[in-house]
């Protein structure tokens, strides 16, 4: 008994040393950042200005001819920096760039001195990545060669580095090599231009990722990993994984100590290593109890509950000295995944998670996004009510932003750096090398659920089969792996241009590559453009208006063909003729939020079908655009912002436009019940027109969409092809005419070939919407509709992959013509086509007693008579045709407001009111919050509301959220204008 209270001593002694020592060493020999941001001062210079590279490293060399660089950045944007470029993202500045300038090596140089509190035996110094290879020299000796973007570096400078006087680093940048995809993988593949992006001088080379010194005894730790296994909910079972590595001559004695909080939980474990040699080294509850842990706090998606972080100190003592200490965030989840119907479902702690996300292409162009920046990026895609972010083609590298989306509760979809070319990059070995770099350094991070190897495309051998098994190596299997971003489980991918919003709704919308349906789909996009207060901010004056070739520069024409800018003017026309650029920035707002908005609530709307998921390209902006963004470049919060943030509720309500049903989507982890939902409708004047409220008791399970009434509209299916002449490529057993006789019983049959068509002369042009096609069994497996106004210049309106015997109906937006076309593609039989009915669908059928626009509010209410979700949509009885909105009397509203400040940041809480003496309603209110001495508005700003809408009485609390230092001692304004008001 004795005995063994002593030893319980000695070990609490132990304990209370180790963590002492741990804490002293952490403070005093923490990291010592080289960063420009740190004070570093940084020059670089192209390697082709230096006669004689081995004078570089002398003390005395002369630098005044060297540019200051920002480190980490990139060469371009350190000459940026200096004034020795415009600004590039204004106007065409970037375009206008001598290439030949950069497209080159550089040198970077820095001093240093080693710390005086460095007091530990071995001195490294640190790099976290280079784009795209460096070689690295201190003090004249050459350390080594950094290949590849991902690739660490960590150099014993233990006996190079002086403490007598300043150390001279020396860094050779190589210029990446042509063409980045795939030859030149990996790297940040966008940088030589992309439909979204200029090509950037220099393709993004420089140091690219953080440079450090640190300090350690001769035994570390390297790439610890923890992985949590969940049996059930209510237990964990966590491992923990890493390498000790001795440096010194002699075998050592380690002693490793880990501490995991919330909960201090303790574990330690002692180890003898080889001289000059690495030690593997993996705990789990075979070996410590404690490391199976009841009642975890989970890691959630956003929507699904709290994203719980846990951090494991670990700390590695050779006898009472700690030679190294290193943090380890980690979540507690189970990821696991399905692909029931040929349609990849992911779920996460047993629950499946309806995906709602975007893409980002880079976090900036030149890479200007450091540290706290990606905290509010990445929060505006929690405050949009997104889970998932994918980071497209890796071009996202820095550690913070994974550190945000745990932080936030945003899954990863991980891709590494291989797009849809048949070529392989210049050097396998290195390209596989840098993707075990990538999965060891982000591996802990419970945000990613996805790793994706190419973009629209499969993996040239050997990769597909060595990225698998490096997953399965240094990941465990632990994530899902997709070959390729568009196939194989998945929807395709686009299309990326602005449709009307039945479209979303109507089945199927059609991607490229990939199965049909809905199913899980990681990019679909629509042109973004942005309001005028950002516009003017990149676009030179004389270059305003109208759409000229400046605005092709910032991709709304020919070099962003796919966002389709023609289609989008055409939509934004339907608000009116815009008079100038202010007036077509403001109605672009309400496309953009109508066509957002209508992407996810149509995927949503088919969750009982097949659909697991959407991610909009683009959901963040890294260039100066008008296309492809939810916010923009400058953090405005466009339209589709609003119209994504309100769709992506995780209890909602919503209508569909085609079918004008109401439904229920509820993407939690909860049921709901004892709820209410209801459905008003309201005239231009803001009377309602009561004959189309409707109100019901409802539920809603969990995971699901359901259906609780439909709104008493007039169906858009009136036939104005019955009766009408017909004409056919061929008949093989009669009259074409049987289509469209009455008689459901008769039927046109085609010969036996694919391209085979028949079409309807409606006699006059016609506003038409849709078709009606009754199938017998020989039917068509994929087919088009067009349209003419000659029977000789068609227009494709829509396409179905999905042809199937029976009734099918397909509608489309509102077209005039006056001939319809069933275009066969590919036959579902040997035989030919088989039609018994033809029907072609009226468009603009007015419903009775409402104005030419009219609006649908909705409202769901829990047991306890609460708003938990409400929604709102404007309506034409000529649906495109919102252009009586610009009727709309001026309004005058009240705002109140006040602002407090708190912990460095800023918040503004304001009332708007619409009195109840007001001239009508006010349409699409847009708040703002600015600074009264420049009335330039203040961002980025969390906002909790925008561009609402409240009738006579109404009235909306608002509260805006930004970083103080923003307003400075500056007074804030806050306004309310609504879209009445801008004529």
Not at 249 to 256: C, E, L, M, P, V
Not at 386 to 398: A, E, L, P, Q
Not at 668 to 676: E, P, S, Y
Request: aromatic share 12%; with cysteine; hydrophobic share 35%.
């Amino acid at each position: 008994m004795y005995k063994i209270f002593i030893l319980h001593i000695k070990f609490i002694v132990v304990n209370v040393v180790v963590l002492f020592f741990s804490t002293v060493l952490f403070a005093q020999n923490k990291p010592f950042d080289l960063g420009s941001g740190a004070g570093q001062i940084w020059k670089v210079t192209p390697q082709s200005d230096i006669t004689h590279p081995e004078q570089i490293s002398e003390r005395n060399y002369n630098t005044q001819t060297w540019v200051n660089a920002i480190v980490p950045g990139t060469v371009f944007a350190s000459y940026v920096a200096a004034g020795l470029e415009k600004d590039p993202n204004f106007g065409d500045n970037i375009y206008k760039v001598d290439r030949k300038k950069y497209d080159r090596s550089f040198w970077y140089r820095t001093e240093f001195a080693i710390p005086v509190a460095y007091n530990q035996k071995k001195i490294w110094l640190n790099f976290k990545g280079v784009n795209r290879k460096a070689d690295i020299y201190l003090n004249g000796s050459k350390l080594g060669t950094l290949d590849g973007f991902m690739q660490r570096g960590n150099f014993d400078i233990t006996e190079i580095a002086t403490r007598k006087e300043k150390n001279i680093l020396t860094v050779l940048v190589y210029i990446p090599v042509q063409p980045l995809a795939n030859v030149g993988s990996p790297n940040y593949v966008s940088s030589a231009g992309w439909d979204w992006m200029p090509y950037v001088p220099g393709l993004n080379s420089g140091i690219t990722d953080n440079v450090f010194l640190s300090n350690t005894g001769e035994v570390t730790i390297k790439d610890p990993w923890i992985r949590t296994n969940l049996p059930t909910n209510a237990r964990a079972d966590i491992s923990i994984a890493m390498q000790v590595k001795n440096t010194s001559d002699n075998s050592q004695s380690a002693t490793i100590k880990g501490v995991i909080t919330p909960g201090n939980i303790e574990f330690v474990k002692r180890l003898s290593v080889g001289s000059h040699s690495i030690q593997d080294l993996k705990l789990d509850k075979k070996d410590f109890e404690q490391l199976m842990i009841n009642s975890p706090r989970l890691w959630w998606p956003n929507g699904y509950g709290e994203p719980n972080l846990y951090n494991c100190q670990l700390s590695v003592s050779v006898g009472n000295e700690v030679s190294e200490v290193q943090n380890v965030k980690f979540g507690i989840k189970r990821y696991s995944f399905d692909t029931i119907g040929h349609v990849l479902h992911v779920a996460i702690n047993g629950v499946k998670v309806f995906i709602k996300g975007g893409d980002w292409g880079m976090s900036e162009y030149l890479l200007r996004s450091r540290g706290a920046e990606y905290d509010t990026k990445v929060r505006l895609h929690k405050e949009m009510n997104f889970n998932m972010i994918r980071n497209w083609i890796g071009s996202v590298t820095d550690e913070e932003f994974y550190d945000a989306c745990d932080k936030y509760g945003i899954m990863v979809w991980d891709d590494f750096w291989l797009n849809a070319n048949e070529n392989l990059p210049g050097d396998i070995n290195v390209f596989n090398a840098n993707a075990i770099e990538k999965i060891k350094r982000f591996r802990n991070h419970p945000a990613i659920a996805v790793w994706c190897a190419e973009n629209e495309g499969w993996p040239m051998a050997p990769l597909n089969n060595w990225l698998r098994e490096d997953l399965a190596t240094f990941d465990g299997g632990d994530r899902y792996y997709q070959p390729n971003s568009h196939a194989e489980n998945l929807s395709g991918s686009g299309p990326w241009a602005s449709k009307d919003p039945r479209y979303y709704f109507t089945a199927y919308p059609t991607g490229s590559g990939g199965n049909n349906g809905w199913g899980l789909r990681t990019e679909l996009g629509t042109a973004v453009f942005t309001n005028f207060e950002s516009f003017k901010k990149f676009m030179p004056e004389d270059k305003w208006w109208p759409r000229n070739e400046m605005w092709n520069k910032h991709f709304f024409g020919p070099l962003a063909f796919n966002a389709g800018p023609d289609e989008y003017d055409e939509m934004v026309s339907r608000y009116g003729s815009p008079k100038g650029i202010e007036d077509y920035c403001r109605k672009a707002q309400f496309v953009n939020i109508e066509t957002n908005k209508a992407m996810f609530e149509g995927w949503q709307d088919a969750m009982g079908e097949d659909a697991s998921g959407l991610m909009t390209w683009m959901s963040q902006s890294a260039y100066p655009s008008l296309v492809w963004q939810t916010y923009d470049y400058y953090y405005d919060l466009t339209g589709a912002y609003w119209g994504a943030k309100k769709a992506c509720e995780p209890l909602h309500i919503q209508w569909n436009p085609l079918t004008n049903a109401v439904k229920i989507i509820n993407t939690t982890r909860a049921d709901a019940d004892g709820l209410r939902a209801s459905a008003d409708v309201y005239n231009m004047d803001g009377s309602k027109v009561s004959q189309y409220s409707i109100s019901k008791a409802a539920i809603a399970p969990d995971n699901s969409s359901g259906q609780v009434f439909t709104l008493n509209f007039n169906p858009y299916i009136n036939d104005l092809a019955k009766g009408k002449p017909v004409t056919s490529s061929s008949s093989a057993n009669g009259d074409a005419g049987a289509v469209n006789d009455g008689d459901s019983h008769t039927r046109w049959a085609s010969n036996g070939n694919d391209n085979e068509w028949i079409y309807v002369d409606l006699g006059k042009v016609e506003s038409v919407s849709g078709v009606g096609l009754n199938w017998e069994d020989a039917y068509a497996k994929s087919y088009k509709i067009e349209v003419s106004d000659d029977a000789r210049n068609w227009k494709q309106v829509a396409v179905s992959r999905d042809g199937r015997q029976g009734i099918q109906r397909l509608a489309f937006t509102e077209v005039n013509a006056r001939y319809v076309k069933m275009q066969g593609l590919e036959r579902a039989t040997n035989w030919g086509y088989s039609l018994f009915d033809f029907e072609v669908y009226q468009g603009d059928v007015a419903s009775e007693g409402l104005s030419d626009v009219h609006f649908i509010k909705l409202k769901l209410e829990n047991k306890n008579g609460m708003t938990v979700s409400d929604n709102f949509y404007w309506r034409g009885n000529k649906r495109k045709d919102y252009s009586a909105l610009s009727k709309l009397p001026e309004v005058r509203l009240t705002t109140k407001y006040s602002v407090t400040r708190k912990n460095g940041k800023c918040f503004i809480h304001a009332n708007v009111s619409n009195p109840a003496s007001s001239k009508g309603i006010a349409f699409g209110v847009r708040v703002q919050a600015k600074n009264m001495s420049t009335g330039e508005q203040i961002l980025p700003a969390i906002v909790n509301e925008n561009y609402f809408t409240l009738f006579k009485g109404e009235s909306k609390n608002i509260e805006i959220e930004f970083d103080g230092v923003l307003s400075g001692n500056d007074k804030i304004v806050f306004t309310a204008e609504p879209f009445n008001n801008g004529k």
